[in-house]
C-alpha cells in the first residue's frame, strides 16, 4: 500500500529536549515536505526537499532541521524545542509533478 | 508570491444536497496546480481533486467537482449529494508548477457541517 508514516503520532515533551519525528514514504518520491497546522493560520511549509541531499527552507523554518539521507526518509529534528512548537505536523511526498501525499500527523505538545 | 483565500469559516449544508466552497488565488506563475483536501475530525489530511491552469475541462472525481474559473483565479469545490460523513475541514491549495520546487500553499480552510 502506498502511504507516508510518521512516527510518533503524539508527542508531549519539555523545553529544551530535542526530539526527532520520522516520516517515510514507500513510492519512491522525489519531493518530500514538512509542514505544521495551526488553528486559523492553514498549514505552513516549514521545509521540504526536492531529492536525496538537497533541503530548502520553507516559510517557517525557525526551530527546525531536517535531513535526506536516503530517498524514502526525511525527520524533522527539534534541536530545542519551545512552546510555540506545540502544533499538528505532517510530513508529505510527490512524484515530479505529482499531487502530494500526507502522512497522518504528529500531534507535539512542548510544556 | 503566491496566496489562497478561502473566505468561508464556516459553512452548513443540508444532507442530500450540494454546496459549493469557495476559494480564490493569485499568482503570476502561468503554470499551476489547484488542490482540495478534506480533513476530518481525526486529523489526516486527505486529497480529493486536481486542477492544472491549462486544463480546458473543469476535474471530477465522483462527488466532487471543481469549478475552475481562470479569468476570475477562482476554484471552488462542489460537493454533490452531501453525506453526513462530509463533516470536516476543507482546504484549498496551489502549487506554481514553474520557478522553484516549492510545495503547497494553502488557504485557512472551511469547517463544513452536513446537518441530518
Not at chain 1, 519551545?82 to 500527523?105: D, I, K, M, V
Amino acid at each position: 500500500e502506498a502511504q507516508v508514516t510518521q512516527n510518533p503520532r503524539y508527542l508531549i515533551t519539555v523545553t529544551g529536549k530535542k526530539l526527532t519525528v520520522t516520516c517515510s514514504q514507500n513510492m519512491n518520491h522525489e519531493y518530500m515536505s514538512w509542514y505544521r497546522q495551526d488553528p486559523g493560520l492553514g498549514l505552513r511549509q516549514i521545509y521540504y526537499s526536492m531529492n536525496v541531499e538537497v533541503t530548502d527552507k520553507g516559510d517557517v523554518p525557525e526551530g527546525y532541521k531536517v535531513s535526506r539521507k536516503e530517498k524514502r526518509n526525511f525527520p524533522l529534528i527539534l534541536e530545542s524545542p519551545s512552546p510555540n512548537q506545540t502544533s499538528l505536523y505532517f510530513c508529505a511526498s510527490r512524484g515530479l509533478g505529482g499531487t502530494q501525499y500526507f502522512g497522518p500527523g504528529t500531534r507535539l505538545l512542548v510544556l | 508570491a503566491q496566496k489562497i483565500t478561502q473566505t468561508q469559516p464556516g459553512m452548513f449544508v443540508q444532507e442530500k444536497e450540494a454546496v459549493t466552497l469557495d476559494c480564490t488565488y493569485d499568482t503570476s506563475d502561468p503554470s499551476y496546480g489547484l488542490f482540495w483536501y478534506k480533513q476530518p475530525s481525526s486529523g489526516e489530511m486527505i486529497f480529493l481533486i486536481y486542477q492544472g491552469s491549462y486544463d480546458q475541462q473543469n476535474a471530477t472525481e465522483g462527488r466532487y467537482s471543481l469549478n475552475f474559473q481562470k479569468a476570475r483565479k477562482s476554484a471552488n469545490l462542489v460537493i454533490s449529494a452531501s453525506q453526513l460523513g462530509d463533516s470536516a475541514m476543507y482546504f484549498c491549495a496551489m502549487r506554481e508548477i514553474g520557478g522553484s520546487a516549492r510545495q503547497l500553499t494553502f488557504g485557512s480552510g472551511t469547517q463544513l457541517t452536513v446537518l441530518p
